[in-house]
């Protein structure tokens, strides 16, 4: 699902990179083009026909450039792109996002951050995606005493917060062993459930996993002071929506972060930038992102081994010096979307994991 804006962009470089992954690796991939978001209200009149939805609900996974942009403003309620998206989610069952963020030390000098206190970087958010004030009811503009009113409802249950919790501390597990459950119970009841459930699932299920628990504006804080201390971030859907775009910020880019969103029988896995509809049809776009999203798809289907190239090729290009414009530095060339995504390929189709020059058209 393309979508809009730079989507196709990207898109069209992580099927590049997915394909070469195929021929070294010795599988194959079959895939199905459908609009979502601006894209599908233009062609068929909704963010998220029911036939696009079917066909995601068919699929093994769904890979997803972005949605939106000023064409489509004016538009409201359930007919934005955004809501397709949402939609998209729940329909889904994708109940837990996971966004990694990794800075290495070859990439901390393009972070707002002073090198030191980021690099080395390397945590996992883990954000609950189908529950929360996005999707609790009542919610909804309302006429109140004072002329109009608008509400929304945070809510969660034991189970909602308990598989979140699961996933959160299985992944720990995978890493370094540290999960930082993030909440606001000093103030919202909602919150002292989640970190009452947080608390009794680590005791019982994983007590070989550090658990500690932060407030949401402390949390902020601290991953702008000590992002490197983290490993695990567990959160509510509202917090993790603030923090993993405070934390796509350390690497200096968007571009370079991707995201799972999993727990159906189909997982929806796209980068975390949007749309940029200003630079869109230039080659001025990061792949990185989707490419790495992509990764993140094979990994989930049990071909670690295809997914590690990936992250290994993504990396090596870029530490070669090859930058797409939102990355530039003094000393690097500034590629276009697609010489990234060709590099990117060549380097996943080498048997050796040594670094050879690349001469790719855009």
């Known amino acids: 699902m393309p979508g ?27 895939h199905e083009e459908f609009p979502v978001g601006g894209s599908a209200i233009d062609a068929l009149g909704a963010p998220l026909p029911e036939s696009v939805k079917t066909a995601c609900l068919a699929s093994d996974a769904v890979l997803l450039g972005a949605v939106g942009g000023p064409a489509w403003d004016a538009l409201q309620g359930d007919l934005r792109p955004e ?68 509400r929304n409802t945070m809510r969660y249950s034991e189970a909602e917060i ?13 890493r370094r062993g540290r999960v930082t459950s993030v909440d606001k119970a000093n103030v919202l009841e909602v919150s002292q459930l989640w970190r009452e459930v947080v ?14 628990h932060l407030y949401i504006d402390n949390a902020a804080m601290q991953i702008v002071r000590r992002p490197s201390d983290f490993d695990v971030v567990v959160t509510a859907n509202l917090f993790g929506d603030i923090l993993s775009d405070l934390a796509a910020t350390l690497p200096g880019s968007l571009g370079l972060l991707p995201s799972a969103s999993v727990g159906g029988a189909t997982g929806l ?47 090596e ?18 590629v276009s979307t697609g010489e990234m995504g060709a590099r990117v390929a060549s380097r996943v189709r080498q048997e050796t994991g040594r670094e050879q020059p690349v001469e790719a058209a855009a």
């Open 4 to 30: 809009d804006g730079v989507g196709p962009e990207v898109t069209r470089e992580a099927l590049r990179v997915l394909a070469a992954a195929g021929e070294r690796f010795g599988f194959a991939l079959a």
């Open 83 to 150: 809501a397709g998206l949402l939609a998209l989610r729940k329909a889904l069952g994708a109940y837990a996002n996971l966004r990694p963020v990794a800075v290495p030390d070859f990439l901390a000098g393009a972070s707002p951050l002073r090198r030191e206190v980021v690099a080395g970087t390397d945590m996992m958010i883990v954000r609950e995606l189908t529950g929360g004030i996005y999707f609790s009811s009542p919610k909804g503009p309302v006429e109140g005493t004072g002329g109009k009113e608008a």
């Open 162 to 174: 308990a598989r979140i919790a699961q996933v959160a501390f299985t992944w720990a597990r995978r």
């Open 199 to 212: 608390t009794r699932v680590r005791e019982t299920d994983y007590p070989d996993v550090e658990l500690e």
């Open 269 to 315: 896995f796209e980068p975390v930038h949007g749309s940029a509809p200003d630079i869109a049809g230039q080659g001025k776009a990061n792949p990185s992102a989707a490419i790495l999203s992509a990764a993140m798809m094979l990994e989930q289907w049990g071909e670690a081994d295809a997914a590690r190239a990936i992250r290994r090729a993504v990396n």
């Open 317 to 334: 290009t870029l530490a070669e010096g090859a930058r797409t414009a939102d990355m530039r530095e003094p000393g690097c060339r500034v």
